[in-house]
């Protein structure tokens, strides 16, 4: 198993898409050949038809990707796959339309947009059957063994079972202490002690070693994890295997030690450059695309309630420094006028009519630009929290305070990878998400994070 970004591929299924590209790009490719309307002479000219191909392929790629098809689970042949296709089948032909107007492409659209639909949904369905079956998709392809019987590793076990398509088998746990022998954990439990570990993993040909005790004080069997890893076995730290696994960086029992030896968590000038360049340009020109959208939010908000339209509050950024967030007010005037500060909450009354559109949309953010043009915030980091937030907050979770040491972002990757949060537990959790980006942060881990939110927001999730 390989990793891309601190996150587990799994080879076979990087294969599989990769041929699913192809796929599409031939498809799209005889779609257009076959719909194409050819030149007075009969002919139809080679560039026209490459790139009349490469806008269909866009266009179906990205309908597939804002449904969820591009997803290991969705290989699994089942009714839910079967709706994802016919969705994003029918959201790809719907974006031909004005797309073969706007652009001009040369080729007949009815015929084009019935041969696209039939084709997409008989070739997706087709290479995911097979494929689960050619490939093995859904066949695990690493044995895992944990070292402890906490609820560290009971929990690494729990996450492995919840992601069986990531081509991952549990086969047990081993302890130091002979009495847990036997101790049930998440089925398999405790198959054996250290002593047993060199044949435990040649019974039962054990891949990869994930060392997770509950108590770091007792002494691991080191001469036998590295004999086995000169022998090919892969051994990682709980917390390193958990942050590949979930792309989070679990707190419960994570060493300053780890993050100061582990890969990551090392800001580069240049890369700090590039980030601001990019969002500097990005938000003049969203803010230049948006304006009209903008004016019309103002309109909206000032018909309905009395009160500005924008709503500004401090919150904290980079190193701790104190600025004011923008934002269109979704609230009434006196929101928190008798609660005080608190965390929105699911269908709070305190949101207006627009309001609610507002957030849903996540239009309400789109002020926030200014504050990215300023420097004060970036598209991409955590989000920012109010400073009487903070101050509980660092007090009661560790390592809160690291989220400061990077700007804060109108998206994140907690925002994509986890719901809206209004509790401590929540923060938690978000944190979690958060470190992980800012140990791993880079322009790739950007985009794909900006990708993700585009899809968040059109399947409207998160936002309260």
Not at 140 to 149: A, E, F, K
Not at 304 to 311: A, D, H, Q, T, W
Request: proline share 5%.
């Amino acid at each position: 198993m390989y990793t891309v970004y601190n996150r587990y591929i799994v080879p076979k299924v990087i294969v599989a898409f990769i041929i699913e590209f192809g796929l599409l790009v031939a498809l799209s490719a005889l779609v257009v050949y076959i719909s194409a309307i050819p030149d007075e002479s009969g002919r139809i000219e080679f560039i026209n038809l490459v790139i009349n191909s490469a806008v269909v392929a866009v266009v179906n790629i990205m309908a597939l990707y804002f449904n969820n098809v591009f997803n290991v689970h969705a290989f699994s042949p089942r009714w839910q796959l079967v709706k994802q296709i016919s969705r994003a089948a029918a959201i790809s032909t719907i974006s031909l339309i004005p797309v073969i107007h706007i652009l001009g492409l040369n080729i007949i659209i009815g015929w084009a947009l019935a041969l696209n639909v039939m084709l997409l949904m008989l070739t997706l369905l087709s290479w995911r059957i097979i494929s689960a079956s050619l490939l093995g998709i859904n066949v695990p392809d690493q044995n895992i063994l944990v070292i402890g019987s906490g609820e560290f590793a009971k929990k690494i076990g729990v996450d492995i079972y919840a992601r069986k398509k990531r081509g991952l088998h549990l086969i047990g746990f081993i302890d130091h202490d002979p009495l847990n022998l036997g101790k049930p954990m998440v089925n398999p439990g405790v198959i054996g002690v250290y002593d047993d570990i060199k044949n435990i993993v040649e019974r039962e040909n054990i891949d990869k070693i994930i060392v997770a005790p509950e108590d770091r004080r007792i002494q691991l069997p080191m001469d036998d994890l590295l004999d086995l890893k000169l022998k090919g076995i892969s051994i990682e730290e709980g917390e390193t295997f958990k942050e590949r696994l979930l792309g989070k960086i679990p707190i419960q029992q994570l060493k300053p030690s780890w993050m100061v030896f582990s890969d990551g968590f090392k800001p580069s000038r240049f890369k700090e450059v590039v980030k601001r360049i990019s969002d500097l340009l990005l938000s003049v020109i969203l803010l230049v695309i948006t304006l009209p959208i903008m004016i019309l939010t103002a309109i909206a908000i000032k018909i309905e309630s009395r009160g500005p339209v924008i709503y500004s509050q401090r919150r904290v950024g980079a190193l701790g420094r104190i600025f004011t967030i923008y934002k269109f007010r979704s609230m009434k005037i006196d929101a928190e006028d008798n609660s005080g500060p608190v965390w929105a909450s699911q269908n709070d009354s305190r949101t207006t009519k627009i309001g609610g559109m507002l957030r849903k949309s996540r239009i309400d953010e789109l002020p926030q630009l200014i504050n990215v043009f300023k420097g004060e915030m970036s598209f991409v980091g955590p989000r920012p929290e109010r400073p009487c937030f903070v101050e509980d907050l660092e007090s009661d979770i560790p390592y809160f305070k690291l989220r400061t040491y990077v700007k804060p972002g109108i998206t994140g990757w907690a925002q994509v990878k986890y719901k809206y949060g209004a509790t401590v537990e929540d923060a938690i959790e978000k944190l979690q998400y958060d470190l992980f980006y800012i140990k791993n942060m880079s322009m790739a881990l950007d985009i794909y994070t900006v990708l993700c939110t585009v899809k968040v927001v059109l399947a409207r999730v998160g936002a309260r």
